[in-house]
């Protein structure tokens, strides 16, 4: 996770203790300033402690060092579970940091859902998991009211869609309402049910996975469903040698049950917010904007790459630096993530696009667009 060492930098570690004390006091002087607040200082501790209950770590680390460090034990666990897909797991981590979400593409049984199952084990995330099928509903996924004839009142029941990692597995199975459903949530991190509101848990990601074109029974999802995924890419096969390990290390028992967290969902929450302070230069915000005028400008492509696509290029590039060690962006960054960001957001002349199809136009872009100096 650190070139060249296993420890966080000195600048990283300055800066976390800072960081920590800093937003500890704040914590501290506000709460004393509430009136609501228990005087006693045994009850101040007692409330402080009580507020949020673990399921199975303490207290979590607020330093930026140890919360990479947990990442990277993360990292290191999930390859285990998940053989020869070093790309696909370094894709989920940066969408996780990102705050985005990722959609997988590829034939079922190829390991798309034990990732996400495995992701959510590790950083002790709360998770759940929708099945699609052609006749789930909106309300099966963002929940509805329920009359109680006891109280003589409706009582709102939340749908799965309230929780921290949502795996919503082929996807493409769902009607194009019910598809539509998570359009609000993954754009906003809310929803909106009979007229009101409801903030979603933070973090919030969608892990979606999806068939491939042409299988039986699947409706293709909207520009617009597939604008609010961050990442979009193939899991495909193992290599043969994987696939040998995969078997003879999973032939007695089931991998993901045995996994348990190792870091808290405080520590994801630190470094999404460092992420965001991640420096990006004039320089390669200029070259993001030549990537996607040369989107719009190219004769393969019917619709180019949108501001908004620009905005989630560069918000993975700051997460895919923090993942490399630095704290700014390098060219090489956007060059890396380009083709699994505007793939999904661009479409061909052709009509329908092949998602090879778009990445491999990106591709020939990202080759031929110069870097500014």
């Given amino acids: 996770m650190y070139p060249g060492s296993a420890e966080p930098p000195i600048g990283w570690r300055v800066w976390s203790i800072a960081y920590a004390v800093g937003h500890s006091l704040t914590i501290h002087l506000d709460r004393i300033a509430d009136p609501s607040f228990p005087s006693s200082s045994s009850d101040r501790l007692s409330q402080l402690t009580n507020e949020r209950s673990p399921k199975s770590l303490e207290s979590p680390p607020t330093e930026i060092g140890e919360a990479w460090e947990k990442l990277n034990q993360v990292s290191g666990m999930l390859r285990t579970v998940i053989r020869g897909k070093a790309d696909v797991i370094e894709l989920v981590l940066t969408s996780l940091l990102a705050e985005g979400s990722i959609l997988l593409e590829d034939v079922p049984g190829v390991g798309k859902t034990t990732l996400a199952k495995s992701v959510s084990r590790l950083i002790d995330l709360e998770y759940q998991r929708i099945q699609c099928t052609p006749d789930l509903l909106p309300g099966d996924i963002l929940g509805g009211s329920i009359y109680r004839p006891a109280i003589g009142e409706f009582e709102f029941r939340p749908g799965p869609v309230f929780c921290n990692l949502l795996v919503a597995d082929e996807i493409n199975r769902a009607s194009p309402r019910t598809q539509s459903a998570l359009l609000e949530a993954m754009a906003e991190t809310q929803v909106t049910i009979e007229g009101r509101r409801y903030d979603l848990k933070h973090p919030f990601m969608v892990i979606a996975t999806q068939n491939p074109a042409g299988f039986e029974g699947t409706f293709p999802l909207p520009e617009s469903q597939l604008d609010r995924f961050l990442f979009r890419t193939k899991m495909e096969y193992p290599d043969a040698a994987s696939e040998v390990n995969l078997l003879l290390e999973q032939s007695d028992h089931e991998p993901v049950s045995r996994l348990s967290a190792v870091m808290h969902v405080e520590d994801l929450i630190v470094l999404q917010r460092w992420v965001r302070s991640i420096t990006v230069s004039r320089k390669v915000a200029t070259y993001v904007v030549a990537l996607a005028t040369a989107t719009r400008q190219d004769a393969r492509l019917r619709v180019g790459c949108s ?49 090879d199809e778009t990445k491999q136009v990106i591709e020939s872009i990202v080759g031929q667009t110069a870097i500014p100096v």
Avoid: E, N, T, W
């Fill in 307 to 355: 501001p908004r696509g620009c905005k989630m290029l560069l918000r993975a590039a700051q997460a895919h630096a923090g993942l490399q060690g630095r704290d700014f962006v390098l060219p090489d960054d956007v060059q890396h993530l380009a083709p699994v960001v505007l793939g999904h957001r661009v479409s061909s002349r052709h009509g329908v696009s092949s998602l």
